[in-house]
């Protein structure tokens, strides 16, 4: 009896200790699923936090770049203006130089054109736009090339806009289409009062971005077009951007363009009312009126003329040999 209440209890003893591993089996599994869990709900949080974290430094990176960019064309704007007016002023210099010959100053004023300079170019319809404009290096053509933002070179593929052979005649100021339709081109009563006496259309003031219907007319003097022959735009208008660049693409044509070729002024300048006039002769009145210079513009020429003739007659006697 007592060996068999032993195997009994040893049985049960037995059977309890398996059933206690199995909880504890049981347990240990729950308790890993659970770390497991809880460790891929971490992981989770954490991927979405470094990926927001990503994002928004990849989108701090954009803004910076695009600063950047902006910065960097602003420099380039700056850089390339600065060249222009450098040669501009280096131009001054050269056409200054009383012991330059007419040769030296005719190739110093197209090797500044060959670089070019910024003009507007005025539409029959739509918007003006500046473009660079220079003169092609064998001068038988004018070319032109879009600007960038910011306003310098795009470094793009030039485009002739006109040969130089189909000019058919230059007008200056705003007497065409383009310029009618464009603003409120000028009248004569509005060109004459843009002339000072001394200074006549003297304008410190760049051209820039100014050119538009409401503005158009105060460049007038800095206004001309090319008529063009056989092409596929009759005429191309054009506003320089400061009274050097007009006078230095006047002069060009006047040299390039054959004698039978006129370079006018559309219509001519009134005298009545303005001091001086009186003091002119026929002749000199219609030179005025036809190359739109004041009394005292074209009298203080006179007298500059005068005297270099003097001092350049004076110069000679002295050089002859007793």
């Known amino acids: 009896l007592e060996a068999t209440r032993r195997t009994t209890f040893e049985a049960r ?5 398996k059933k206690a591993a199995e909880l504890h089996a049981g347990a ?61 002023d280096e131009l001054h210099r050269g056409l200054k130089q009383s012991h330059a010959t007419d040769e030296e ?29 220079c003169l092609s290096k064998d001068r038988k053509k004018i070319c032109c090339e879009d600007l960038a933002e910011g306003g310098a070179s795009s470094d793009g593929a030039s485009v002739t806009v006109a040969l130089l052979a ?35 259309s003297y304008n410190p003031s760049p051209t820039g971005t100014a050119v538009n219907p409401g503005a158009v007319s105060k460049y007038f003097y ?51 009312g303005r001091a001086q006039s009186e003091t002119l002769d026929a002749d000199e009145a219609v030179v005025c009126t036809r190359w739109h210079l004041t009394p005292q513009q074209f009298l203080a020429a006179r007298t500059e003329a005068s005297r270099l003739q003097a001092q350049q007659k004076g110069a000679r006697s002295l050089a002859v040999p007793l």
């Open 222 to 272: 800095r206004s001309f077009t090319l008529e063009l022959a056989d092409s596929e735009v009759p005429a191309l208008d054009l506003v320089a951007d400061t009274d050097t660049d007009f006078e230095v693409w006047v002069m060009a044509l006047r040299w390039l363009l054959p004698d039978d070729k006129e370079v006018v002024w559309g219509g001519p300048l009134s005298l009545g």
């Open 28 to 88: 240990s599994q729950e308790l890993d699923s659970s770390v497991s869990q809880e460790a891929a709900s971490t992981l989770t949080v954490c991927t979405g936090l470094e990926k927001q974290q990503l994002s928004t430094l990849a989108g701090e990176m954009k803004t910076r770049e695009e600063e950047l960019q902006k910065a960097l064309a602003a420099h380039e704007a700056l850089v390339w203006e600065h060249g222009l007016r450098t040669r501009r």
């Open 166 to 200: 189909k000019v058919r005649r230059v007008v200056l100021g705003q007497f065409s289409e383009a310029f009618a339709a464009f603003g409120r081109a000028c009248s004569r009563l509005d060109y004459n009062s843009l002339l000072t006496p001394e200074s006549g």
């Open 105 to 133: 100053t005719k190739e110093r004023v197209l090797q500044y054109l060959e670089h070019g300079c910024v003009m507007v170019e005025v539409p029959v319809k739509g918007v003006a736009k500046q473009k660079l404009f």
């Open 13 to 17: 003893a037995k059977a309890l200790k």
